[in-house]
């Protein structure tokens, strides 16, 4: 059963930044739309951002834009967000995951049409 990977998490101040990758080894992500989601403790996932194959992407947290870029390298079938000027209400685990009903992203982010979670990488922005 193929699972991506996430990493990059880790602890920083507000302010700072971070670049998460979601690694899916021998997984060919070509045909497929990537989505980072994020669920903070006592609260529902959301999503966060989306990439399609032909590098359209999508950012769904109106906070996140301009500080966050999502990025993809098909040939090492991995998918990444670069995070900056970190806040703390961006503390949350992170995931991703693939939508296997589409490679365009959509406008708002579905849960059920992704598969292949990770395990999720925490981030947390704390002084």
């Known amino acids: 059963q193929v699972q991506f990977v996430e990493s990059g998490g880790g602890l920083v101040q507000p302010g700072g930044s971070l670049r998460l990758s979601c690694a899916a080894p021998?997984?060919?992500?070509?045909?497929?739309?990537v989505a980072w989601f994020r669920q903070a403790p006592g609260k529902e996932r959301e999503g966060v951002s989306c990439?399609?194959?032909?590098?359209?992407?999508?950012y769904y947290v109106d906070s996140e834009k301009g500080r966050f870029t999502i990025s993809r390298d098909n040939a090492k079938s991995t998918v990444y967000l670069q995070m900056s000027n970190l806040k703390p209400e961006d503390t949350a685990v992170y995931y991703c995951?693939?939508?296997?009903?589409?490679?365009?992203?959509?406008?708002?982010?579905?849960?059920?049409?992704?598969?292949?979670w990770g395990q999720g990488t925490q981030v947390t922005v704390s002084a």
């Open positions: 021998g997984f060919t992500l070509d045909y497929y739309a």
């Open positions: 990439v399609g194959h032909s590098d359209d992407k999508q």
């Open positions: 995951a693939a939508n296997l009903m589409r490679s365009v992203c959509g406008s708002h982010p579905v849960s059920h049409e992704y598969a292949y």
